[in-house]
Nanobody, 122 residues
């Protein structure tokens, strides 16, 4: 069973930093690819970052490359998204997701957290 719970969202000024965490309470975490997606009001949910099961490979959306870093701790069943130099357009609900496949495709992620709000202010 995979159960994902995000934490760490909040309000931050543009240019600031925020760290999101997601913990899986199940026993399969190290076998899962983990991803972060986000959804802004009126927009579709979009891919942000992903990390392969043992952490060797990562992928990022072009819009966050060089600013966001995804990492994982398989001993703690946790995946983290470090967000630096935040922009107004990063405002969204951020979702943690898990997949048995190595993919950036939203449709291939089977398990989702409840989401955490990130608001970037000017």
């Amino acid at each position: 069973q995979v159960e994902l719970v995000e934490s760490g969202g909040g309000l931050v000024q543009a240019g600031g930093s925020l760290t999101l965490s997601c913990r899986d309470s199940g026993r399969s975490f190290s076998s899962l690819a983990m991803g972060w997606f986000r959804q802004a009001p009126g927009k579709e949910r979009e891919f942000v970052a992903a990390i392969i099961w043992r952490g060797g490979n990562t992928e990022y959306a072009d819009s966050v490359k060089g600013r966001f870093t995804i990492s994982r701790d398989n001993a703690q069943n946790t995946v983290t998204l470090q967000m630096n130099r935040l922009k107004l357009e990063d405002t969204a609900v951020y979702y943690c997701a898990a997949s048995w496949l190595w993919t950036t495709s939203r449709e291939k992620y089977e398990y989702w957290g409840q989401g955490t709000q990130v608001t970037v202010s000017s």
